[in-house]
T-cell receptor, first 117, second 112 residues
Framework: DSGVTQTPKHLITATGQRVTLRCSPRSGDLSVYWYQQSLDQGLQFLIQYYNGEERAKGNILERFSAQQFPDLHSELNLSSLELGDSALYFC????????????????FGPGTRLTVL | SQKIEQNSEALNIQEGKTATLTCNYTNYSPAYLQWYRQDPGRGPVFLLLIRENEKEKRKERLKVTFDTTLKQSLFHITASQPADSATYLCALDRTAADGLTFGKGTHLIIQP
């Protein structure tokens, strides 16, 4: 158990809908990362928040948004869903951040499996 | 952008032998490289990190090498066991940003 929790575990919805995925980082971790994993694309970095502020953006679509709240939990909002958005969505957390000279280990949650019908 | 290549085909190894997985990258040299293990339907689990100025890193039965000239990392599992069967992902730090760039992973199968 990594200490990172994600809800819900599974989500089935229809095209055009909007969903919210929730992540609670490990106790004490300030950074939260969101990743999308599909069979053809592998694990893709979407966005990172550090202590409530957006720190880095990856391959995140404009239909997707995220935020990190004062208690450090994070939510990923996916709107106008398309069939191609079906994937596993992982949240990871680290004490501070990775990149440059820092190499804080990222701890991944169990993921949310999103199915868009 | 950074491109990472890992063997897309499954790697079958006899129990007790050494499994060697390859990670090749292009476009720039990362400050460090990480290896993760992922079991079906679960999140990746961090295994080892090696920095650009390190040639080799070991942890129990695991060994990672990093050749910045070849732009390649090798991940070895010695005395492999069926419980080592999983997908192994290599990840690099992203250019001027946080978050990691992952390879698609190699599925390792240890045959008893």
């Amino acid at each position: 158990d990594s200490g990172v929790t994600q809800t819900p575990k599974h989500l089935i919805t229809a095209t055009g809908q909007r969903v919210t995925l929730r992540c609670s980082p490990r106790s004490g971790d300030l950074s939260v990362y969101w990743y999308q994993q599909s069979l053809d694309q592998g694990l893709q970095f979407l966005i990172q928040y550090y202590n409530g502020e957006e720190r880095a953006k990856g391959n995140i679509l404009e239909r997707f948004s995220a935020q990190q709240f004062p208690d450090l939990h994070s939510e990923l909002n996916l709107s106008s869903l398309e069939l191609g958005d079906s994937a596993l969505y992982f949240c990871a957390s680290s004490l501070h951040f990775t990149g440059g000279a820092r190499t804080d280990t990222q701890y991944f949650g169990p993921g949310t499996r999103l199915t868009v019908l | 952008s950074q491109k990472i290549e890992q063997n897309s085909e499954a790697l079958n190894i006899q129990e007790g032998k050494t499994a060697t997985l390859t990670c090749n990258y292009t476009n720039y040299s990362p400050a460090y490289l990480q290896w993760y293990r992922q079991d079906p339907g679960r999140g990746p689990v961090f295994l080892l990190l090696i920095r650009e100025n390190e040639k080799e890193k070991r942890k129990e039965r695991l060994k990672v090498t990093f050749d910045t000239t070849l732009k390649q990392s090798l991940f070895h599992i010695t005395a492999s066991q069926p419980a080592d069967s999983a997908t192994y992902l290599c990840a690099l730090d992203r250019t001027a940003a946080d978050g990691l760039t992952f390879g698609k992973g190699t599925h390792l199968i240890i045959q008893p």
